[in-house]
């Protein structure tokens, strides 16, 4: 063990490679909040192993973040790794452990990095409860970066565009929109929820930017979606709760799988 994060992350991709049987990945998917019942669609399971079992991961802290990483063969035959949950910066623990799969997929071979995530909606009047939108951009409010040090990396491109085509050749009524990230672990209040509105925000969460910008510094392309389970706070008067994440969650499943497995057919 070291404290160095990409030593760490070398350490578990080799003993993920090695739990699996496999040389390398293809491809690696996060499952957020609200994705991991979808996860079933992507392919047949090779192996499935409690991420605590590899160096560097800490056990999950939210309900509906199982903490499992599954292997799977894809109907095209390639081989893609599936973070059935994720590690948050509200857990406190700082950004190494977020950002930890991530670097983890790509050291064992991953050029690609899917990251899924459940989120309030910012424009209730085209947006629906359970639609899927593609993430164009982000806007990083969590104050926190994966990155220390006078790496300058460059982020024009952070969500690749040859990936949202492809998405968008698998469902053309794809909407596109701007990520806006919050450490959490509150829901934001309708003034802010304002406030990213006047930014362009068109999402809120509160994941996803840190583990795309470390694929990025990385070398890896990102493909991000959310699936909008709310509202943001104040924008219909109800307040928000876990529970219906999870619910809207299964209830998009399948849907979401299909998605899924298509675009992943495609890279
Ligand atoms: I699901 O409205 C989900 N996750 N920050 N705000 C933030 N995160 C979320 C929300 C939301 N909904």
Known sequence: MTDDPYALATEAATALKSAVGVDSFDVALVMGSGWVPAADAIGETIAE????????????AVAGHAG???????ESGTIALIFLGRTHLYEGRGVDPVVHGVRTAIKAGAGTIVLTNAAGGLRPETQKVGEAVLISDH?????????????FVDLTDVYT????????????????????AFRG???ETPAEVRM????????????TVLEAIAAREGGA???????VTNPGAGLVGEPLNHAEVLEVGRATAARMG?????????L
């Open 49 to 60: 192993i409690p991420v605590t079992d590899l160096p560097g991961f800490l056990p999950p």
């Open 258 to 266: 299909v998605l899924l497995s298509k675009v992943v057919g495609k």
């Open 196 to 207: 990213c509105r006047i930014l362009g925000g068109d999402m809120v969460g509160m994941s």
């Open 68 to 74: 499992k990483v599954r292997a799977v063969r894809t």
């Open 221 to 227: 392309e990102v493909l991000g979606i959310s699936l």
């Open 139 to 151: 806007i990083n409010l969590s104050g926190a970066s994966p990155i220390t040090g006078p790496t």
């Open 185 to 187: 672990p509150t829901y």
């Open 161 to 180: 565009p040859r990936l949202r085509d492809l998405a968008r050749e698998v469902d053309p009524s794809l909407a596109e929109g701007v990520y806006v």
